[in-house]
């Protein structure tokens, strides 16, 4: 489809919506990513849909659109010991459910290219939460979603060199290639411009390390010919031995698998 027919679809739809859509049953749902019954008495069921978030009163017969992220993909739902709900929805981030008022609101949207499609938590400790994204790994947050870091092992910046790279990172690099370099966040731009590209992840979950370092520190400093959002870096104060440490921190983030695989020998690992 067209990029302008779908804004255009979207906005028609977003206009002829209430507070809450058109009550459907169960056979008109879109595709169910995922679900979650959300009170004690088990008759208020979510549905995590293709086209967004779908709440049932009644026992999951009839079901009314949420007006939040209607339309965008919801991957994940998820309820949590101490009563609370959460859904991932693709641009909106994650969202937690104000019960009483029937609102979702966004509590963290600097996932980068992650999708998060699991989440769970413990009743002796509601603050930390871990959830699965979509490449398979876990992420956890210590402080009820907030705050998020991967699970993992030992692979951290931790040499000069890469904490040099990793502060020259958070100041001119981290806006696109987000926080530990999870990737650009999905907008509504990304999901309807056939022609955005996208900042990829540097961490292990992308291509990063199917260049040398030599052809990393090439990117930095040249920039993309695909497109003027990675510019030429060396035209904005980064220097060859900036690149350098660039490229340290970034490899900082990737496990030894990623290390041992770097560049030509790629193809090898796959
Ligand atoms: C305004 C957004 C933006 C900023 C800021 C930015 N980049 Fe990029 N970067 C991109 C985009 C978009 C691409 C993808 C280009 C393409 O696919 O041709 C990219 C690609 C890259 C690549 C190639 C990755 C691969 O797997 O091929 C590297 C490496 C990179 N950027 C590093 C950096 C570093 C280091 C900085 C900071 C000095 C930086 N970028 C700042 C948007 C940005």
Not at 30 to 37: E, G, L, M, R, V
Not at 53 to 63: A, I, Q
Not at 168 to 181: L, N, P
Request: hydrophobic share 35%; charged share 20%; aromatic share 8%.
């Amino acid at each position: 489809m067209h990029k302008a027919k779908i804004l255009l679809t979207l906005f028609l739809a977003l206009a002829a919506f209430g507070s809450q859509g058109a009550e459907i049953p169960l056979q008109q749902l879109p595709k169910i990513n995922d679900f979650a019954i959300v009170d004690s008495e088990g008759e208020q069921y979510i549905a995590a849909t293709n086209q967004g978030l779908y709440h049932s009163h009644d026992h999951g017969h009839s079901w009314r659109a949420h007006k939040t992220g209607f339309g965008l993909p919801a991957a994940m739902v998820a309820t949590t010991p101490d009563g609370s709900t959460y859904a991932f929805v693709v641009t909106l981030g994650l969202l937690k459910l104000d019960g009483k008022n029937n609102q979702w609101k966004t509590i963290n949207n600097r996932f980068g290219s992650q999708v998060l499609q699991q989440l769970s938590a413990t009743r002796w400790t509601p603050s930390r939460l871990v959830a699965r994204n979509h490449y398979g790994k876990l992420i956890v947050s210590d402080n009820y979603g907030d705050d998020w870091h991967k699970l993992r092992g030992p692979y951290h910046p931790r040499t000069d060199a890469e904490k040099r790279g990793q502060s020259i990172y958070v100041e001119k690099c981290q806006s696109c290639h987000g926080v530990d370099g999870v990737g650009e966040t999905y907008t509504r731009q990304v999901l309807t411009d056939k022609n955005y590209v996208m900042a990829p992840a540097l961490d292990e979950s992308a291509h990063a390390w199917h260049h040398t370092d030599e052809q990393l520190a090439k990117s930095i400093l040249e920039g993309s010919p695909r497109t003027q959002r990675m510019m030429a870096w060396k035209d904005a104060d980064v220097s060859d031995d900036d690149a350098r440490d660039l490229v340290a921190y970034i490899k900082s983030l990737w496990t030894q698998r990623e290390l041992d695989c770097q560049g030509p020998k790629h193809m090898e690992c796959m």
